[in-house]
């Protein structure tokens, strides 16, 4: 069973920056489309952004400019730089693995003065 895990969640002032990291187990890593979604309280969880296994990335249009997926295949890792984060950014970041449709647990952004 592949599993999933984020870090790097955390509080940050508006304006500041975060790295999120998903380390994710197996040997299909290299392979695979990853992801990241987000959900924000009383909202549905929403996509991100997209890193194929070469290496293309796609945005969510509010996150162009703000956002950079990108992977380490050597490490099985996915990483998510947020910056110039604003409190509508405020959520639980989850990422996924698209081919085994495994999820981590997600890791809490809070982005408050």
């Known amino acids: 069973q592949v599993q999933v895990v984020e870090s790097g969640g955390g509080l940050v002032q508006p304006g500041g920056s975060l790295r999120l990291s998903c380390v994710v187990s197996?040997?299909?890593?290299?392979?695979?489309?990853m992801e990241w979604y987000r959900k924000a309280p009383g909202n549905q969880r929403e996509w991100v952004a997209q890193?194929?296994?070469?290496?293309?990335?796609y945005y969510e249009d509010s996150m162009k400019g703000r956002a950079t997926i990108s992977r380490d295949n050597a490490k099985n890792t996915c990483y998510l730089d947020l910056h110039n984060l604003q409190p509508e950014d405020t959520a639980v970041y989850y990422c996924k693995q698209v081919s085994t449709n495994s999820w981590g647990q997600g890791t809490q952004v809070t982005v408050s003065s």
């Open positions: 197996g040997n299909e890593f290299s392979n695979s489309i």
């Open positions: 890193i194929t296994a070469r290496g293309r990335v």
